[in-house]
């Protein structure tokens, strides 16, 4: 029986909390692993006020009052929900993923060489992974702004071992003239950590918790997704932010983000149409997004385009800045609210050629990857109900990965 199995049930149970720039999701999330895809019992997601802000520091008080109110919610409605549906009441196990500004994944690469063979041991790639993992320490003590923002590492992983150039599984009985480990560690702001931690103690004492940057689980899920492509770029959208993830040879080895998403465009497109903010945002969920601005006039038009213009320059500097010397891979796997992939589809695609003077293909995670092993009807019910895009990737990292031994959790 497995760790977190109930009873004589094969299904195990979760609660999965995904912390977005501008909302915080909860979620109750049931894992037969003799199905394909996970089945959500329950969810609510709780989005911060679409309004104007002056800081960072603004829309992380209304994420902390978003992640109680959710918190809340799953404490009283997603406990009856669960028990009506299962019968079950326990629930053994959190996951929580941390979205940028939050959050952030640093890969390192630590490398040993010799002039004369030496034997891969444990011994010997645990002490270069100590050595990655203090390397993570001290740019976030030595980065003034990564410092103040006060950040602590709470998940890493081992992302590929390889000796002479190839990648391997460390059995002690290989020898090799040079080693290279290649580490990730996600890293989170304190007072989310605390809070909760505060909540878990006081809502789901005894449960099991892991805490992830969001990006780790997008790598973990379309890399098991997307079988046979080791090359592709990963973007993720959020309200506030946009991060992208550099995948080489199949490994996750670069991240980096800007804190401005599609609430931050929505707020640019409302003051320059004086229109609401909440109409501004429906705009981005069109098809059509350039037909739906013939209405206007062409001084707010050339407006329109200037902001479009600076987003697509911002995504661009995102794409040039890789950890390397190559240019973003020419695949590309877009997340963003389901509504809003199409407008973000377009603007990845212009913005990656502007980086690279290459032609690029997007491709939207949600309508393309994650509900490929549903039913027809299942992926009706997915469209019809609106279901949340950043909760699949959750739930399905948690259906395949679960509290992965491959993690290091602090």
Known sequence: MGLFSLSKSKTKYGVMVDIGSGSVLCAIVASDQEKKHPEIIWSKREHSPLRKIDSLSDSAKSVMTSLINALMALDSEGRKVLKEKTGQSKLPFIQVTIAAPWSYTATKIISYQHSDDFEVTDELVEELLRTAGQKVQEEMLENERI??????????????????????????????QTLKVIQASAVAQEYLIDAIADAQE??????????????????????????????YCLVDITYEATEIGLIRDGVL????????????????????????????????????????????????????????????????????????????????????NLKTETFFNKQIIAAASQATSMQHAAYNVTKELLTKNYTSEEIQAFGDSGQDTALLISAQFFHTHGKSDNFEYL
Do not use: W
């Open 253 to 336: 080895n670069y991240c980096t983000h800007t804190p401005y998403g599609s609430f931050s465009l929505a707020r640019d497109i409302s003051e320059a149409l004086s229109v609401p903010l909440e109409e501004a945002f429906g705009y981005l969920n069109t098809e059509d997004f350039e037909s739906l601005l013939e209405q206007y006039t062409a001084e707010q038009k050339t407006k329109i385009k200037e902001i479009i213009s600076k987003y697509q320059t911002r995504l661009a500097e995102l794409f040039k800045e890789t950890g390397d010397s190559l240019a973003i891979p020419k695949r590309i796997y877009l997340h963003s």
């Open 147 to 176: 410092h103040e923002l006060g950040l602590s590492i709470v998940a890493r992983t081992t992302m590929q071992i390889v000796a002479n150039g190839y990648p391997i599984i460390v059995t002690g009985k290989q020898k090799a």
């Open 202 to 231: 006081k809502m789901l004492p005894g449960t099991d918790l892991a805490q992830y940057s969001f990006m780790l689980p997008f790598f973990y899920t379309l890399r098991d997704l997307a079988e046979g492509v080791t090359e």
